[in-house]
């Protein structure tokens, strides 16, 4: 799971400001998802995306989160006007194909996440 | 509302004996389970994977049963090393079009003393 880049790995922001998180799939890999884990908890599903696509935001927020898995680049998980209860840590996973993870040649590789905390 | 759930935040054994870590499940429609292994400051590592249709899938060390019946999976590691200290996701995802998404437990903290 080396292979899934993410940064930064520590990320402290005040209350109101804005925070930003890369991820940079595994090479040939070109399904992102990004997962939240909170204190005490297990990680859950946040957004999964293709190039140029978001497939499933679900998980996500409807305000304040924002998420981009550009034609180049990294993926972007955005956070406007952090609060408190956005401090957690946040996994970003790749794999090749979007169909069952953790079959075969699906299994989707997490990152080491970035852990986010809120002052 | 947990889907999956682990209801043992803590598991120690001794090095060389089995550990057992158990995961239960309320939603029907899942029919794929995975095990997850965490370090510390690390992201999760797949370890082991069981499809629905069967009962029993072993790798090496790693066993995962599976009893459908009672919506329930448990991890048997043979035998326990103190490499294995770490923290254990059960994970499923449900049959159809979203299945590329798991749903976690919150995990169980193994610790192997030597």
């Known amino acids: 799971n080396a292979g899934v880049m993410q940064n930064p790995r520590h990320l402290v922001r005040r209350r109101g400001q804005e925070a930003r998180l890369r991820c940079s799939p595994m090479?040939?890999?070109?399904?992102v998802y990004w997962y939240r884990q909170l204190p005490e908890e297990g990680l859950k599903f946040m957004v999964y995306l293709q190039k140029e696509n978001i497939i499933d935001e679900s998980g996500m927020p409807k305000e304040r989160f924002s998420a981009e898995f550009p034609k180049e680049g990294p993926s972007i998980l955005r956070i406007q006007q952090v609060v408190r209860g956005d401090s957690a840590a946040y996994f970003c996973?790749?794999?090749?194909?979007?169909?069952?993870?953790?079959?075969?040649?699906?299994?989707?590789?997490f990152g080491q996440g970035t852990r986010l905390t809120v002052v | 509302d947990q889907q999956v759930k682990q209801n043992s935040p803590s598991l120690s054994v001794q090095e060389g004996r089995i550990s057992i870590l158990n995961c239960d499940y309320t939603?029907?429609?899942?029919?794929?389970f995975l095990w997850y292994k965490k370090y510390p400051a690390e992201g999760p590592t797949f370890l082991i994977s069981?499809?629905?249709?069967?009962d029993k899938n072993e790798d090496g060390r790693f066993t995962v049963f599976l009893n459908k019946s009672a919506k329930h999976l448990s991890l048997h590691i043979v035998p326990s090393q103190p490499g294995d200290s770490a923290v254990y996701f059960c994970?499923?995802?449900?049959?159809?079009?979203?299945?590329?998404?798991?749903?976690f437990g919150k995990g169980t903290l193994l610790t192997v003393n030597p």
């Open positions: 996973a790749s794999s090749p194909q979007g169909k069952r993870v953790g079959l075969g040649d699906t299994e989707a590789f």
């Open positions: 939603n029907s429609m899942f029919d794929y």
């Open positions: 994970a499923a995802s449900e049959s159809g079009g979203s299945n590329y998404k798991l749903t």
């Open positions: 090479k040939g890999h070109s399904h």
């Open positions: 069981i499809s629905s249709i069967k």
